[in-house]
Structures are given as structure tokens and as C-alpha cells.
């Protein structure tokens, strides 16, 4: 059964960059499209993007400029960066594995979540 | 970029009632919707995918139907551990995927 786990810096400060990391343990690693989803406290959830085992990369528009997600097959691992951050980034950053088609998945199974929190 | 409307915001009721979600794309999505389940402090759960078809383990008394802009999740019988908020999700326009604003089920 496929498990992700992820880990990061959980405070920031503003204009700093955050660094989210998802390890995917058990099952294949090939063949799925590795997310990143975010929810702000109160809020609802937002799609941030998401890499193949290839390497192609999608990201949601509003944050395309600030968004670099990365992947290292041999570690099974996947990972988010999000530059220049303020506090309307605080939020739980979730991983998870899009099954589907490039970009347009649904997703099975998620992190646990992280909390981000940007105060200066 | 798609819009999902779900009502109502919240639903109180008590176990063994049944559950009607609903979930309204701003565009035709076809078929190219997903349910998540979601409790506080857990990830969320993928219940149905593509309007109708229950993910792996979910169980029977969680069911999908609708097409175009109009969605529903119903829960035949609610259990305990069924008190949640329930989210959809497109994928039928990107980027982005976008999420619906959420369903709170609550112990009435």
C-alpha cells in the first residue's frame, strides 16, 4: 500500500522560501503524477501543481512564478519550493499521487499534511 | 478555470440518515469529478472518482452520480466515523484543478 510521507521547514519568515519534501513509500513511483495541494487555515483547497516521473511539470497559474516542484526518482522522492512567501501562504501543504492523466488527476492517496506558517 | 459550488455548507443530521451533497461545476466537466472525505488533522480520502466509481475500500453506502455541472455524493446511511467535510474536485479543465468550497456533515 502506497504511503506518502513528507516533511519541511514549518515557519517562515516573509520573502523567504518554503521547501516541502514527499517520500513515497511502497508501490511504483512510475506511471503517476506527483501533487502538491494546499489548504490556508479556514479555507478551501488549492491545486499548486504537479510533476510525471519524467520530469514535466504543470503549475496552477496564480503561482507559476513562485513555484519550482522537483523530483528524484532514485530516492522516490518529490519536492516543493515556493519562493518570495507571505503570510497568505501560511496554509497545510499536502502531497499526493494524481492518478489519471497529465494534469488532470484525481488524487490517491495524500500526505499527512504540513503546516507552513509565514509571520515575521 | 472551473468553479465548483457545493451546498449546502453544512448538513446536520444523525446517524442512520441518509446524506445528499451537492456540487455544481460553472462549466460542462462531463463525467471529471472526484469526492474526498476529510477529517481534522488526517489527509483527506478519495471516495469517488469520475462522477460514480468508489475508490478502493470505500464503502458501499457512498455513492457518485451526476454529469455536466451537476453532482451528487450520497451517503445511504450515515455512520459515526462519517461525520467529515466532503470536498469535490474537477478534472476536466487545467490548470488549475480546482476544489469545491467544502460540505460539512455534522452531528445534528
Known amino acids: 500500500q502506497v504511503q506518502l510521507q513528507q516533511w519541511g521547514a514549518g515557519l517562515l519568515k516573509p520573502s523567504e522560501t518554503l521547501s516541502l519534501t514527499c517520500a513515497v513509500n511502497g508501490g511504483s513511483f512510475s506511471g503517476y503524477f506527483w501533487t502538491w495541494i494546499r489548504q490556508p487555515p479556514g479555507g478551501g483547497l488549492e491545486w499548486i501543481g504537479e510533476?510525471?516521473?519524467?520530469?514535466?511539470?504543470i503549475y496552477n497559474p496564480a503561482l507559476k512564478s513562485r513555484v519550482t516542484i522537483s523530483i528524484d526518482t532514485s530516492m522516490k522522492h518529490f519536492s516543493l519550493k515556493l519562493s518570495s512567501v507571505t503570510a497568505a501562504d501560511t496554509a497545510v501543504y499536502y502531497c499526493?499521487?494524481?492518478?489519471?492523466?497529465?494534469?488532470?488527476?484525481?488524487?490517491?492517496?495524500w500526505g499527512q499534511g504540513a503546516l507552513v506558517t509565514v509571520s515575521s | 478555470e472551473i468553479v465548483l459550488t457545493q451546498s449546502p455548507a453544512t448538513l446536520s443530521l444523525s446517524p442512520g440518515e441518509g446524506a445528499t451533497l451537492s456540487c455544481r461545476a460553472s462549466h460542462n466537466i462531463s463525467s471529471y469529478l472526484a469526492w474526498y472525505q476529510h477529517k481534522p488533522g488526517q489527509a483527506p480520502r478519495l471516495l469517488i472518482y469520475?462522477?460514480?466509481n468508489r475508490a478502493s475500500g470505500i464503502p458501499a453506502r457512498f455513492s457518485g452520480s451526476g454529469s455536466g455541472t451537476d453532482f451528487t455524493l450520497t451517503i445511504s446511511s450515515l455512520e459515526p466515523e462519517d461525520f467529515a467535510v466532503y470536498y469535490c474536485?474537477?478534472?476536466?479543465?487545467?490548470?488549475?484543478?480546482?476544489f469545491g468550497g467544502g460540505t460539512k456533515v455534522e452531528i445534528k
Open positions: 499526493a499521487r494524481g492518478v489519471g492523466v497529465r494534469g488532470r488527476s484525481w488524487f490517491d492517496p
Open positions: 469520475d462522477a460514480s
Open positions: 474536485q474537477q478534472r476536466s479543465n487545467w490548470p488549475p484543478l480546482t
Open positions: 510533476i510525471s516521473y519524467g520530469g514535466t511539470t
